[in-house]
């Protein structure tokens, strides 16, 4: 660790004039005191008693010295801790991983790059930012500051670094690989490229690796589907733990169960089996493990994870030779198995009933059996002898529980009785649910229950023979459906119960059964939602590529949801197709590469708190310019030595530390200047819109009044301090985690201490008083969880409509739905009756948002630039109310008050 270093050790030189201003000032002397002419009258007797000093007093002097070369010392960017951990001083490229491996220790990447820009000698260095994620991106130069600014401001991708289109960019933007600084995220592929990427590094000038030490991460492989629950795969990639735990939840965020997990001896994959009961388990949305953040650590389970619930009616007979027994074995991915009387198999919680050659049904059964078909069931019976000759019969289910009428007896191919030969099964025809599939290998048919010529409207034919006879029929009856195979479910009469596509055509008429949506392989679906680097789901925003099936299965589509919420198809980041990732170990990286890792230290900037102390001994020697009577020169004096005391009491700082914790870097900054602060959402683009809103709010706050906030920060509520910030900005989505019961403990605490929280849904153009919104139903939730002040709709003669612009709305970029605040009755007299809840769907940062050079970043509504100016009133509106608190309130009672008075205004 090394001691104190200056950013910008050049401005020291500064120092040298310091004797010269010493002689200006003892040289010249303070201007002389005058005494008013009081009348020839007043002449006798007059006697001056101050007499104008020669020199400047001894103590002046010093306090005008000290202020100097504490703006000095300031300026110079003192840093204490800071380590020089880049070698050379000319333009640097810097390669940030923003994958989602580096995601669960992506905080300290972010604080290890704004040590570096504290680093001594960082300040001149022009440094361009090359991401390897997603679509690789180069920066234009800038200083390493401002590098450590632009990559406070981003999030991981759900994506591994494309080492291909990182060498074509190379190649194409001709970057110099002089001075190279890699934030790995710690893995590397076993690709050739990958290995190129390596070998191009291992030809630089001067390469600084930065990588984690210890524990990479971990990951989710796979999910199977078991009769009792699901089994799902974890690996861990360079990583030194033992286990952990898996979490299944819901689409909405509900946990169902969760898991431990343990690694055995040195194996870096792990098996976790969640027991569920059918019904939670189809409900499971998503897959995480417990205290790993990161999109490689979660996994999306779509309806095709659905495991309907079957039963099955077979003959009784046993071992191969029972049509049950192959039916189960093709089933065992997609279904729970019950076997029983079909009597008993008939209930809501049975959606599929397979009847293995059953002919004819008697009795009351056959009523009930096609009530549950009419109201939603799948019913599937498989041809043999016993359908075959019931067809002989005559009766009113006979008719109705199979597709199409049939005819008695059995077409046979082959055979000494017969002229022909086994047919095989062809193509399956376009618009069947099994258009997708192909038979890798031909399947004989030997036998099969042929059909009547029939009109009844609803037929339809999912596979046939290579002569067009039918092989499986299928109708609709009612919200259910009637399938029939006209070939046994043994290999007696074909091939098919034993060929690798009976699993398929079982498993396929399940999800439709269980309600699972299916696609054609040359349709496109666009997101739905998509996976950030750590896991959370987001709008797709500008990102919205469609995909194929195809592209889903080969892992070229973005990970997440794609489709609509009622059926959506999920692509997970690190699924079985993806490739296989190695940790990046010493052996692996170039041989002189300097190693370094995420600890930064105890860093620490003393530039702002010496340029504060200036300001303060200015500030002395104004005030003395004009009392210079010796009672004020005494507190002078004394709160000079109290200010040069301050930064030189080490024992008293050594006494606080063990009291109270250190403040992190961004709260420090907070607390020295005004900053408006957002909640991170983890959602990229709303965290974008939201912190360029409050950009843009806080360019015409410092062009339209007195305030000048610095540029605004994103909070993690979970960890960080609230207390540094006035007014902090929270959207609300469908998709919000719930906060942690300590994060919700910090925002009670912010509100009761004056802080201004103002709750976004973003959603006042959908506000109906029918019914709450998504965005609405969310936050109904974790307010439920608060202790909240009582609410009331926006009053008329609100603070908020007049603290600086007379307003008659909180308007933002949409007018709708109402705007609660807290009650009058509910303000407390220790924030002055300050309001510290405003919950909207205004849309208010969306209305304020602007790039770097001021352009708005999204359309202003209805209305146009008018009410974008309207949205820029009311955001200083809230800014004044959380700064400066009622003071106008009373202003509005002047007319009152005069009146009383009987004085005119």
């Known amino acids: 660790m090394a001691g104190l270093s200056f950013s910008a050790p050049l401005l020291l030189g500064a120092l040298i004039t310091l004797p010269f201003i010493w002689w200006l000032l003892r040289a010249m002397p303070p201007a002389p005191i005058r005494t008013r002419f009081g009348g020839m009258m007043f002449l006798e007797g007059l006697e001056n008693r101050k007499e104008t000093p020669s020199k400047t007093p001894w103590w002046l002097l010093l306090i005008r010295l000290a202020a100097i070369a504490l703006l000095i010392l300031g300026l110079a960017g003192p840093v204490h801790g800071a380590r020089k951990d880049l070698d050379g001083d000319g333009p640097l490229l810097l390669i ?271 009523d009930a059996l096609l009530v549950w078909v009419r109201a939603g069931g799948t019913l599937v019976r498989f041809a043999g002898p016993n359908t075959s000759n019931a067809e002989e019969a005559t009766g009113p289910l006979r008719s109705q529980s199979f597709p199409v009428a049939l005819r008695g007896g059995a077409r046979a191919f082959g055979g000494a009785l017969s002229w022909t ?95 699972v949506p299916s696609i054609a392989p040359t349709d496109a679906l666009a997101p739905w939602r998509l996976l950030d680097g750590f896991g959370g789901l987001r709008d797709p925003g500008s990102r919205a590529v469609p995909a194929s099936p195809e592209e889903m299965l080969e892992g070229l589509a973005a990970p997440g949801l794609y489709g609509t919420a009622n059926s959506a198809f999920a692509v997970n980041t690190y699924g079985e197709n993806a490739p296989t990732l190695d940790p990046l170990g010493i052996s692996l990286m170039p041989s002189h590469a300097a190693i370094r890792g995420l600890d930064t230290g105890a860093v620490r900037e003393f530039g702002p708190m010496l340029i504060t102390f200036a300001m303060i001994l200015m500030a002395l020697d104004a005030i003395s310019l004009f009392f210079r009577n010796r009672m004020v020169k005494a507190v002078t004096a004394a709160a000079l030595v109290f200010a040069v005391a301050m930064p030189m009491a080490p024992s008293a700082k050594a006494q606080t530390a063990d009291l109270r914790p250190e403040i992190d870097t961004q709260s420090l900054a907070a607390a020295l200047s005004v900053r408006f602060a957002y909640v991170e959402t983890g959602d990229a683009d709303i965290d974008r819109v939201v912190r360029s809103g409050l950009t843009g709010l806080t360019r015409e706050a410092t062009r339209r009044s007195a305030l000048e906030p610095a540029p605004p920060v994103g909070v993690d509520i979970e960890r960080e301090d609230l207390s540094v910030y006035p007014l902090l900005y929270w959207v609300i989505r469908e998709n919000t985690p719930p906060p942690s019961d300590g994060a919700l403990s910090q925002l009670e605490t912010f509100m009761a201490e004056g802080g201004l929280l103002i709750i976004d849904t973003m959603d006042g153009e959908r506000q109906t008083d029918a019914a709450l919104t998504p965005q609405g139903e969310r936050l109904r939730r974790i307010l439920l969880r608060m202790n909240i002040p009582p609410l009331e709709p926006l009053p008329a003669d609100h603070i908020l409509k007049k603290s600086f612009y007379r307003l008659d709305d909180l308007h933002g970029r949409n007018s709708g739905g109402p705007v609660w605040v807290e009650a009058s009755s509910a303000l407390r007299d220790s924030t002055d009756g300050v309001p510290s809840l405003i919950i909207g769907g205004r849309e208010w940062a969306a209305a304020w948002a602007t790039d770097e050079l001021g352009r708005p970043l999204r359309s202003a509504g209805q209305g146009g630039e008018l009410r974008r100016e309207y949205a820029y009133r009311t955001g200083i509106n809230m800014a004044m109310v959380a700064l400066t608190g009622n003071y106008k309130e009373d202003q509005v009672h002047v007319q009152d008050l005069l009146d009383s008075l009987g004085e005119a205004p």
């Open 96 to 366: 940030v991983d923003n994958s989602w491996p580096a995601a669960p220790r992506w905080r300290e990447r972010q604080d290890v790059l704004r040590a570096l820009a504290a680093s001594p000698g960082a300040s001149g260095r022009a440094v361009r930012i090359l991401t390897t994620a997603g679509e690789p991106a180069l920066s234009d130069p800038m200083t390493l500051r401002q590098a450590a600014e632009e990559f406070s401001g981003m999030t991981p991708e759900a994506a591994l670094p494309d080492r291909d289109l990182l060498l074509d960019l190379i190649e194409e933007e001709a970057v110099a690989l002089n001075d190279v600084a890699w934030v790995t995220d710690g893995v590397i592929g076993r690709r050739g490229a990958d290995r190129e990427f390596l070998r191009r590094l291992d030809e630089t000038g001067s390469l600084t690796v930065i990588r984690p030490a210890g524990q990479v991460t971990m990951a989710i492989r796979s999910l199977h589907s078991l009769p009792d629950g699901l089994r799902v795969e974890v690996e861990r990639i360079g990583s030194n733990v033992d286990g952990g735990t898996v979490l299944a939840s819901s689409a909405d965020g509900r946990p169902l169960g969760e898991a431990p997990f343990t690694f055995e001896n040195e194996e870096d994959v792990a098996e976790v089996r969640l027991t569920l009961p059918l019904t939670l388990r189809n409900e499971v949305g998503k897959l995480t493990i417990i205290g790993l953040r990161s999109a490689g650590a979660t996994w999306l389970v779509d309806p095709r994870a659905r495991r309907v619930r079957a039963g099955v009616v077979s003959d009784g007979s046993s071992g191969l030779l029972e049509g049950g027994y192959y039916i189960e074995q093709a089933l065992a991915d997609t279904a729970v198995i019950n076997r029983g009387a079909l009597g008993d198999l008939i209930t809501e919680d049975t959606s599929l009933i397979i009847l293995d050659d059953i002919g004819v049904i008697r009795g009351p059964v056959e």
């Open 421 to 515: 030969e086994p047919q095989t099964v062809a193509a399956f025809p376009e618009g069947s649910p099994f258009a997708d599939m192909s038979l890798r290998e031909p399947v004989r048919i030997r036998r099969q229950v042929l059909t009547r010529a029939s009109t009844e409207p609803g037929y339809e034919v999912w596979a046939a023979l290579e002569d067009g006879t039918p092989l499986i029929t299928a109708r609709p009856e009612g919200d259910g459906r009637l399938i029939l195979f006209h070939v046994t479910s043994t290999p007696t009469w074909s091939d098919l119960p034993v060929s690798g596509v009976f699993p398929s055509l079982l498993g396929r008429i399940a999800q439709t059964a269980a309600d």
